[in-house]
């Protein structure tokens, strides 16, 4: 099975600064598509972005941004101009379409936004 | 070992049918959820639970009803299956009940109401 790895359980940014989310993921797959979510204290998941392999450009909403690198299997993503609402805790998720769209999530990262 | 297991990981059934899906981590965690992943891909919480005690309880149909005999398992079990059911649910756990914690996920069970 896929693995996605977050290796920060916790992270800190001053507000207006930019912060970068790690995550990694363990594939034999070339076609897949990646996610980050959001959730806030409600636990709904909120899409925040995402990329599909094939797609060599990084993907980017707004002040969200990734940097997607195949070959390393590596998708952080960038937070630019950080506001109090961004903070939650922030998912990683790998789905692949070779196994019935699979999803399989990282253990997160809490992103505290310091006023 | 699998951190949080699901079972069964596919279900296929008829509508009106009753049906349980089991949730076990062996992570020594207190808290347990359930998630409703739904057709645009977005998980929607559905419950919570601390240490077998219920504190989340979002809008969900009284169809669904979330056992947990103690606190390394959180069963759902849905009652007379609509067509509407059909989505994949996710279980997770995680040490805390304040989102602060990791959370670890299950693969997940994907359900399919004929």
């Known amino acids: 099975a896929q693995t996605v790895t977050q290796s920060q359980p916790e992270m800190s940014v001053q507000e207006a600064e930019t912060v970068t989310l790690s995550c990694t993921y363990d594939t034999s797959e070339s076609d897949y598509y990646l996610f980050w979510y959001k959730q806030p204290p409600s636990r709904q998941m909120i899409l925040v972005i995402r990329q599909e392999a094939y797609k060599q450009q990084n993907a980017t909403e707004n002040r969200f941004s990734v940097n997607f690198q195949k070959a390393a299997k590596s998708f952080s993503l960038k937070i630019s101009d950080s506001q109090l609402g961004d903070a939650a805790m922030y998912f990683c998720?790998?789905?692949?379409?070779?196994?019935?769209?699979?999803?399989?999530f990282g253990t997160g990262t809490s992103l505290t936004v310091i006023p | 070992d699998t951190a949080v297991s699901q079972t069964p990981k596919y279900l296929v059934t008829q509508m009106g049918n009753d049906k349980s899906i089991k949730c076990e981590q062996n992570?020594?965690?207190?808290?347990m959820y359930w998630y409703k992943q739904d057709s645009k891909k977005f998980l929607k919480i559905m419950f919570s639970y601390n240490n077998k005690e219920l504190i989340i309880n979002e809008t969900v149909p009284n169809r669904f009803s979330p056992k947990s005999p103690d606190k390394a398992h959180l069963n759902l079990h849905i009652n007379s299956l609509e067509l509407g059911d059909s989505a994949v649910y996710f279980c997770?756990?995680?040490?805390?009940?304040?989102?602060?914690?990791?959370?670890?996920f299950g693969d997940g069970t994907r359900l399919s109401i004929l």
């Open positions: 997770a756990s995680s040490q805390d009940r304040a989102n602060l914690r990791p959370q670890h």
């Open positions: 998720a790998y789905r692949s379409p070779n196994t019935g769209n699979q999803f399989y």
């Open positions: 992570l020594g965690h207190d808290t």
